[in-house]
């Protein structure tokens, strides 16, 4: 494995690394770059793997190579992302969404979203990471704050505005390759940082009503951005619709139909869908001679162990019992 990690000027930091071992991907990858877990469609090939990233003040922007087709299981506490394909592809999940992404079309991920995507092979890609405080801060500024800032996690990469953003990572990834002095300017790392985040809210459909684009948030996407918040921050705890519709302030009719023509789900769906997303992740992080299935079942609201075992086979592969004993560095 090859890697560098360098200071610039500034606030600017920029680090690389390039490997085709599976488990030296995962220990820099999961530590630096959000992912939980990355593994190859073929595990008897590498993956042929290599990342470059520059921070502009709270900004990252990262370029990420492949060559095997890989599947790639990630979160962003704290932080928005944004895709940009460039060879390539991938189909899967992000948060409540289903997406598919290629040259024409990217994808948002939400602070609260976890995304579970197969890449092809011979994918080149942009990552843009941004902290959920930054992109706050940008929307108060702008008198745009109602409440957490959701991006739509589809991007029609060649709609108008989205393209000018896009045109601006295209740049700057330019830059980065070719090591540009200009990037290490403390003043320019600050002008950056403004203009990439100020055209994310303004080039990208989000729920401030600042973007440009079409496909801009209305009163109603607000309801299933503030509803499915709620369910992100506080999954645990014992929802029914009305109380949702109450927090968000609109009736339990108006909140099922909302979520029904917008995500074909209903709240309680996605209650359900999040729940069983921490249960994976804490079965996964779990050791199988303390943490027991049952137990988890119940923590994240499954008091009917056979229910969850089928709910969990059908989320994701394989039984509840078969995560927790595949715990990464176990015999």
Known sequence: MSWSDGRGSGTTRTASFATRVVEEIRDVAE?????????????RRGLDFAVESMVFGSVMIADVRHGEAVRITSRYPGHYGFVVPLTGGARGRVGASWVTLDRSHGAAFNPA?????????????????????????????????TGPVVFERSLDLDAPAVR???????????????????????????????????????????????SLGPGAATGASRTVARTLQLIEDRPAHPWRVPDLAAAVGVSARTLQETFRRELGSTPLRELR??????????????DATTTSVTEVALRWGFPHLGRFSQAYREAHGRLPSASLAARPGRD
């Open 164 to 210: 000018t953003w896009r045109r601006m990572t295209a740049l700057l990834r330019e830059e980065l390759r070719s090591g540009s002095p200009l990037l290490a300017s403390p003043l320019a790392q600050g002008q950056i940082e403004q203009t990439l985040v100020a055209g994310l809210l303004a080039g990208l459909p989000n729920s401030t009503g600042l």
């Open 273 to 286: 869908r999040v729940r069983l997303e921490r249960a994976h992740a804490e079965l996964l992080r779990g």
């Open 31 to 43: 530590c630096r770059y959000e992912f939980d877990r990355i593994e190859p469609v073929d595990p």
């Open 113 to 145: 979203d976890t995304a579970d995507l197969l890449w092809s092979a011979r994918t080149e890609l942009v990552v843009l990471y941004v902290p959920e405080a930054t992109v706050t801060a940008f929307a108060a500024a702008a008198e745009a704050l």
